[in-house]
């Protein structure tokens, strides 16, 4: 089964600072998704992306998918209070969007 | 604007009991999605299913059971509920997979407690 690892667990980066979150996939990536959580409520949709060399931006937030398909990176620039939240990865296992999820990153962004 | 809706944010149930967690959603979406949610695991998925009437098991559907029979609506069924079941769940639905870069979307889950 494939397994994705997201680095690091938790972040605390004062506000303004640049900041990158991974994403690690143990297999080829067909469909890599992207969600932030607010804790105890459900998964916003932030970015899909689909080819290797991929990068797709929204707002200040960032995502790219290398070319060997393999790992992606979230980047937040000038990180503000409200990108606080838990960042997700999702792969698609190759087939009907059956997504595996990482276990996230926890993001806290201080004044 | 899409909409997944959980029609109970707050759950406590007894040891025992039949559950039954519902899931709407606006968007004609064919394929549905229930996961849990647990602090280390992550999001696991428990069974989805491709159109009516029509369910397949997932990563963990030991002790569940799903229903769908209409389009819109996918309910997750907890037979006798386990302390083990205490979870966070989360539906989710996306259009058909011949739909290119399809986004999934998440409803705001349903916190069950079983006590």
């Known amino acids: 089964s494939q397994e994705l690892e997201q680095s690091p667990q938790s972040l605390i980066v004062q506000e303004g600072k640049n900041l990158t979150i991974n994403c690690t996939s143990s297999k080829t990536l067909y469909g890599l998704y992207w969600y932030k959580q607010k804790y105890g409520e459900g998964l916003i949709f932030l970015m899909m992306l689909q080819k290797g060399g991929e990068e797709k931006s929204h707002e200040k937030i960032t995502a790219k998918l290398d070319e060997k398909k393999q790992q992606s990176s979230l980047h937040i620039t000038a990180s503000q209070p409200s990108h606080a939240g838990i960042y997700l990865c999702?792969?698609?296992?190759?087939?009907?969007?059956?997504?595996?999820f990482g276990t996230g990153t926890q993001l806290k962004v201080e004044l | 604007d899409v909409k997944v809706t959980q029609s109970s944010r707050y759950l406590v149930k007894r040891t025992g009991e039949k559950v039954f967690l519902e899931c709407v959603q606006d968007m004609d979406h064919e394929n549905m999605f229930w996961y849990r949610q647990d602090p280390g695991l992550g999001l696991r998925l428990i069974y989805f299913?491709?159109?009516?009437?029509?369910?397949e098991k997932g990563d963990i559907p030991e002790g569940y059971s799903v229903s769908r029979e209409k389009k819109e609506r996918f309910s997750l069924i907890l037979e006798s509920a386990s302390t083990n079941q205490t979870s966070m769940y989360l539906c989710a639905s996306s259009p058909p997979t011949r739909v290119s870069g399809n986004t999934i979307y998440f409803g705001e889950g349903s916190w069950l407690t079983v006590v």
């Open positions: 999702g792969a698609d296992r190759g087939g009907g969007n059956k997504l595996t």
């Open positions: 299913s491709y159109d009516v009437k029509m369910k």
